[in-house]
């Protein structure tokens, strides 16, 4: 990977001293997000194809907005880049992504029209109303958050509600993730569980409250688990999990499966589970900016990871679920050792009773209870403020002995195992 990007950096050197982009195609992705040579690949099927030479200016950021603010100023002139869900949202409301042309692919080839998840297209129309998500993005990856918990501690009566977070008997063993996103939702839920059921609001506008004494409420609860929360990590938390340094840690599916599987290798006995008061759902998508130069190039590069075998071998090093309704990725997923879950939301018929990992595609019953996540816009500030007075009010001398103690062991470890490719399961996303 590191030789890629020295390529990059010449390439892109290259570049600037041209006005020709016909040749080129600029990605600008997550770390980690993408399997091993599948660029090169896209690059010899782009020639079969077409007939034209095609080479791959690959870069990657670990934060939405850091990407975002270069593509906002016009600074850079991505050709597809991959935000998350609220991020696309605020990019189609600001003007900043180009309609998708996928009837300019043969059908023969047009993997977009073949393998699309009822689902995901659902979902997608949900992130704005007036104007279908579903003609400017391709979802890539997605999944839910939830608890991480160690059953030698937590039973699962105990991790079934958000309101293990607050319980006295985890103090100091919470770990919670760093986004704010992520756990204001899932706590406004949980919050609003009786206006929910008297339907007094729905799920989707919960996801939209940004109001004053909604931020308040669950600013309020947040302060009252303080004395839980062993820490707010951006990346820790599952490895901490799997050694036994926390009890419980509010995080990813993705993060989930890693830390169960690894914590298994040691003998620790890991469960991921949606409460029953609901939560969120989350997706990363393939979007065209404004700025870019080579939207043909762009178009392919997009339809090719909706391929199954690409979707196939993306999900499985990078330990994410692919936004790819196909039968085959299914298939691919099958383990007679799992439970049988409901899965026809997402393949369609035949696929109510199918074996697979539910951490990974949750059974209806879990989605019906998740909703998608809002962009605040302007109020986003006011979300950012109160993340910082919850974490805040929680950062006392102790918590930043035990983070500082943390990270240092996490360094070591990493620097022990630096041989081993770990890329599989690793964070991908930050969220603001």
Same mark, same amino acid.
């Given at each position: 990977?590191?030789?890629?990007?020295?390529?990059?950096?010449?390439?892109?050197?290259?570049?600037?001293?041209?006005?020709?982009?016909?040749?080129?195609?600029?990605?600008?992705?997550?770390?980690?997000? +993408?399997?091993?040579?599948?660029?090169?690949?896209?690059?010899?099927?782009?020639?079969?194809?077409?007939?034209?030479?095609?080479?791959?200016?690959?870069?990657?950021?670990?934060?939405?907005?850091?990407?975002?603010?270069?593509?906002?100023?016009?600074?850079?002139?991505?050709?597809?880049?991959?935000?998350?869900?609220?991020?696309?949202?605020?990019?189609?409301?600001?003007?900043?992504?180009?309609?998708?042309?996928?009837?300019?692919?043969?059908?023969?080839?047009?993997?977009?029209?073949?393998?699309?998840?009822?689902?995901?297209?659902?979902?997608?129309?949900?992130?704005?109303?007036?104007?279908?998500?579903?003609?400017?993005?391709?979802?890539?990856?997605?999944?839910?958050?939830?608890?991480?918990?160690?059953?030698?501690?937590?039973?699962?009566?105990?991790?079934?509600?958000?309101?293990?977070?607050?319980?006295?008997?985890?103090?100091?063993?919470?770990?919670?993730?760093?986004?704010?996103?992520?756990?204001?939702?899932?706590?406004?839920?949980?919050?609003?569980?009786?206006?929910?059921?008297?339907?007094?609001?729905?799920?989707?506008?919960?996801?939209?409250?940004?109001?004053?004494?909604?931020?308040?409420?669950?600013?309020?609860?947040?302060?009252?688990?303080?004395?839980?929360?062993?820490?707010?990590?951006?990346?820790?938390?599952?490895?901490?999990?799997?050694?036994?340094?926390?009890?419980?840690?509010?995080?990813?599916?993705?993060?989930?499966?890693?830390?169960?599987?690894?914590?298994?290798?040691?003998?620790?006995?890991?469960?991921?589970?949606?409460?029953?008061?609901?939560?969120?759902?989350?997706?990363?998508?393939?979007?065209?900016?404004?700025?870019?130069?080579?939207?043909?190039?762009?178009?392919?590069?997009?339809?090719?990871?909706?391929?199954?075998?690409?979707?196939?071998?993306?999900?499985?090093?990078?330990?994410?679920?692919?936004?790819?309704?196909?039968?085959?990725?299914?298939?691919?997923?099958?383990?007679?050792?799992?439970?049988?879950?409901?899965?026809?939301?997402?393949?369609?018929?035949?696929?109510?009773?199918?074996?697979?990992?539910?951490?990974?595609?949750?059974?209806?019953?879990?989605?019906?209870?998740?909703?998608?996540?809002?962009?605040?816009?302007?109020?986003?500030?006011?979300?950012?403020?109160?993340?910082?007075?919850?974490?805040?009010?929680?950062?006392?001398?102790?918590?930043?002995? +035990?983070?500082?103690?943390?990270?240092?062991?996490?360094?070591?470890?990493?620097?022990?195992?630096?041989?081993?490719?770990?890329?599989?399961?690793?964070?991908?996303?930050?969220?603001?």
């Amino acid at each position: 990977m590191r030789r890629l990007f020295i390529a990059a950096a010449a390439l892109l050197a290259a570049i600037s001293c041209s006005s020709d982009r016909s040749g080129v195609l600029k990605v600008y992705n997550w770390s980690d997000y +993408i399997g091993e040579g599948i660029i090169s690949e896209f690059e010899q099927w782009y020639k079969e194809q077409t007939g034209e030479d095609i080479t791959v200016v690959y870069q990657t950021f670990d934060v939405n907005e850091t990407m975002l603010s270069k593509i906002e100023k016009g600074h850079e002139d991505y050709d597809v880049v991959c935000p998350s869900d609220y991020i696309i949202e605020r990019m189609l409301n600001s003007g900043l992504l180009l309609p998708l042309d996928f009837a300019s692919i043969p059908d023969s080839i047009n993997y977009i029209a073949k393998n699309r998840s009822p689902y995901i297209e659902k979902m997608f129309r949900e992130i704005n109303p007036e104007i279908d998500a579903n003609d400017y993005s391709v979802a890539y990856m997605w999944g839910t958050t939830g608890i991480i918990y160690n059953t030698k501690y937590v039973t699962d009566e105990e991790a079934s509600t958000w309101d293990v977070i607050s319980n006295p008997k985890f103090k100091d063993q919470v770990l919670i993730k760093d986004a704010p996103r992520d756990v204001y939702g899932p706590v406004l839920i949980y919050l609003k569980q009786k206006e929910l059921k008297e339907g007094k609001v729905t799920l989707q506008e919960l996801m939209s409250d940004s109001s004053d004494e909604s931020i308040a409420a669950v600013e309020e609860y947040l302060k009252s688990a303080k004395d839980n929360v062993l820490g707010w990590e951006a990346d820790f938390g599952k490895d901490q999990m799997t050694k036994g340094r926390g009890v419980l840690s509010l995080n990813w599916s993705g993060d989930a499966v890693w830390a169960i599987e690894e914590a298994a290798a040691v003998g620790v006995d890991l469960k991921y589970v949606v409460p029953e008061e609901g939560s969120t759902v989350w997706f990363d998508g393939w979007v065209i900016p404004k700025y870019a130069k080579n939207v043909k190039a762009a178009t392919y590069f997009i339809d090719f990871m909706c391929r199954t075998d690409i979707a196939i071998r993306n999900m499985d090093e990078t330990g994410y679920v692919a936004s790819n309704g196909a039968w085959e990725v299914l298939e691919s997923q099958i383990d007679e050792e799992q439970d049988a879950v409901d899965l026809s939301y997402f393949f369609g018929e035949g696929a109510d009773s199918v074996h697979v990992d539910g951490t990974l595609y949750p059974d209806k019953a879990v989605i019906e209870r998740c909703a998608l996540e809002h962009d605040w816009g302007a109020d986003t500030d006011k979300l950012l403020a109160m993340w910082s007075r919850v974490k805040g009010d929680n950062a006392n001398s102790m918590t930043y002995i +035990i983070i500082g103690a943390l990270l240092l062991a996490i360094i070591a470890a990493a620097a022990v195992s630096a041989h081993k490719k770990r890329a599989r399961h690793s964070s991908k996303r930050r969220r603001r």
